[in-house]
């Protein structure tokens, strides 16, 4: 059965950095896509990064660019999301999710089409 567990979630004040984690487990496969969703209270989930392992191509949201960064360790089987200058409007729950039967060079940031998520980690930003 395929697991997905995120880890790294803190209270870290404003301009800070931190280091999100994404095992998974129980998956074989070599290609697929995994990517990173957030949802804050009272607002709709929004998509964060996302990243193909075939390719190594990765996708941002608007509102993170130039200050995340989606890597993977192969070996590990897991995913990062390295969060820098973080702004109390990143303060969310952060859910990393797997889109197991993509094969294509391009993710995307559409949550209808990942299948597996993992409880989330919280990231509260303090002014």
């Known amino acids: 059965q395929l697991q997905v567990v995120e880890s790294g979630g803190n209270l870290v004040q404003a301009g800070k950095s931190l280091r999100l984690s994404c095992e998974v487990a129980g998956f074989t496969a070599d290609y697929y896509a995994i990517a990173w969703f957030r949802q804050a209270p009272g607002k709709r989930r929004e998509g964060v990064s996302c990243?193909?392992?075939?390719?190594?191509?990765?996708d941002y949201g608007d509102s993170v660019k130039g200050r995340f960064n989606i890597s993977r360790d192969s070996a590990k089987n897991t995913a990062y999301l390295q969060m820098t200058s973080l702004k109390p409007e990143d303060t969310a729950k952060y859910y990393c999710?797997?889109?197991?039967?993509?094969?294509?060079?391009?993710?995307?940031?559409?949550?209808?089409?990942?299948?597996?998520w993992g409880q989330g980690t919280q990231v509260t930003v303090s002014s």
């Open positions: 999710t797997v889109q197991t039967a993509f094969r294509g060079s391009k993710c995307t940031l559409l949550t209808y089409e990942y299948d597996d």
């Open positions: 990243l193909s392992t075939l390719s190594g191509n990765t």
